[in-house]
């Protein structure tokens, strides 16, 4: 069974920074795009930002220019840089890493904004 290990979660104030992080083993990473969703309560899971083996990258409208995703291809781990947070960010947090053929989720973290 894959594993992804999701970290970084918790209570910020609004403006604030997070960066969350996502480990996935070798051969999911250097082969499948990986991604960050989130889910608010009472709605559905959504794209947060995605990047592909690559470089190539893309951003939910509501996060460009205030979230940054990257890879770590040592460290098989992709990061979500979080800043000038706003409390409509707040949500559970997934990691995914998906192919054509497999689609996989972490467990979530959990990302609160609030004064």
């Known amino acids: 069974q894959v594993q992804l290990v999701e970290s970084g979660g918790g209570l910020v104030q609004p403006g604030g920074s997070l960066r969350l992080s996502c480990a996935a083993p070798g051969s999911i990473f250097s082969t499948y795009a990986m991604g960050w969703y989130r889910q608010a309560p009472g709605k559905q899971r959504e794209l947060v930002a995605r990047?592909?083996?690559?470089?190539?990258?893309n951003y939910a409208d509501s996060v460009k220019g205030r979230f940054t995703i990257s890879r770590d291809n040592a460290k098989n781990t992709v990061y979500l840089q979080m800043n000038r947070l706003k409390p409509e960010d707040t949500a559970v947090y997934y990691c995914?890493?998906?192919?054509?053929?497999?689609?996989?989720w972490g467990q979530g973290t959990q990302v609160t904004v609030s004064s």
């Open positions: 990047i592909i083996r690559g470089s190539s990258t």
């Open positions: 995914n890493a998906w192919s054509f053929t497999s689609n996989y």
